[in-house]
C-alpha cells in the first residue's frame, strides 16, 4: 500500500504542560550504538563489536516564550523533566495510528534566536535523555533506561544477561 504511517500533526508535552499551538518542531533522539572493530588472528576482516549507546538527546523549538520551559533549564542533579512528543500518523486507506516518545532528561541548551519585531519568536530547547520510550500504535518499540541498564527493543532487553552477570 502507498503512503503508510505518514506523519500528519503532533503535539508536546513538558513537565506535563501541553503546548498543542506553540510547537513549531520536534526533533527525536537518534539512536545509535558505538561499535568497536575487532580483528583477531584466524580472521579476514573485523567483525563491529556493541560497546553500548551513544548519548540520547532531543531538541524541540517553541513559537512561544514560555517561561515554564525556561525556569527547567539546568535543574539540579537527581532531578530530570519529563516530556512526552505524540505524533498522528496516517495512512493512506485512512488509518490512523498513534505515535508516542516518552522521556526524562535535563535541558541543556537554550537557543533564544534572534529577535525582531513583527517575527514569531523562537525557543529552542536541547535536552539530554537519561530514559526514552518509543510507542507504535501501543506497542512498545524501543525502551533505553540508561540508569538502570536496560535497552529493551521490540520486546528483548538486550543488556539484561549482562545485568544478571553483574549482579545489577
Known amino acids: 500500500m502507498a ?9 508536546l508535552f513538558v ?6 499551538g506553540n510547537i513549531d518542531d520536534y526533533s527525536p533522539p ?7 572493530n575487532y580483528r583477531a588472528g584466524g580472521m579476514d576482516a573485523s567483525v563491529p563489536l556493541d560497546m553500548g549507546m551513544e548519548d540520547l538527546e532531543t531538541s ?16 539540579a542533579e537527581g532531578n530530570q523533566v519529563p516530556f512526552r512528543a505524540r505524533g498522528a500518523l496516517e495512512s493512506y486507506d485512512g488509518t490512523i495510528t498513534q505515535v508516542q516518545h516518552i522521556m526524562r532528561g535535563k535541558i ?21 535523555l537519561d530514559y ?23 520486546g528483548t532487553d538486550r543488556l539484561a544477561q549482562i545485568r544478571q552477570a553483574i549482579g545489577i
Open 60 to 75: 524541540f523549538n517553541l513559537i512561544a516564550y514560555d517561561r515554564d520551559v525556561l525556569s527547567l533549564f539546568g535543574v
Open 132 to 154: 526514552y520510550r518509543e510507542e507504535h500504535g501501543g506497542q512498545v518499540i524501543h525502551e533505553i533506561d540508561v540508569v538502570n541498564m536496560i535497552r529493551i527493543i521490540n
Open 30 to 36: 537518534d539512536l545509535s550504538i558505538m561499535v568497536e
Open 15 to 20: 513537565d506535563g504542560r501541553g503546548y498543542a
Open 108 to 128: 541543556t541548551k537554550l537557543a533564544r534566536n534572534t529577535w525582531q519585531p513583527g517575527n514569531k519568536p523562537q525557543l529552542g530547547v536541547t535536552m539530554r
Open 3 to 11: 503512503a503508510n504511517d505518514v506523519l500528519k500533526n503532533l503535539n
